[in-house]
């Protein structure tokens, strides 16, 4: 197969590229909310700190491309943001659970 051919197209089902963007770094942050279960392992345990990478990543994903998302995308971004902050301070004001109870820094 020659180089200079496009890969071929993303099936129809998948979401836009930046719905999956925000999408698997929600799911990471429910992960360490221990909201969801890490694939990884099979378990839920809560790691504060990979919560707060997460959501941080988020956030800076917001002010970097403030000014160049669809109306959709802005909205998206930040109902996701304000529902893994406030998951974020309920976890952690309640004193986290599992292997890194207390990691990460407070919500901001």
Known sequence: MGADRPPPPAPASLPPPFEMLLGGLAAQAQVGLGLREDPSTGRTATDLALARHAIDMLGSL???????????????????????????????????????????????
């Open 62 to 108: 917001e002010e970097r491309t403030r000014g160049n998302l669809s109306a959709h995308e802005a909205r998206l971004l930040g109902a996701v943001l304000a529902d893994l902050r406030l998951a974020w301070v309920r976890v952690a004001g309640a004193g986290g659970a599992g292997p890194a109870a207390g990691a990460g820094a407070t919500a901001g």
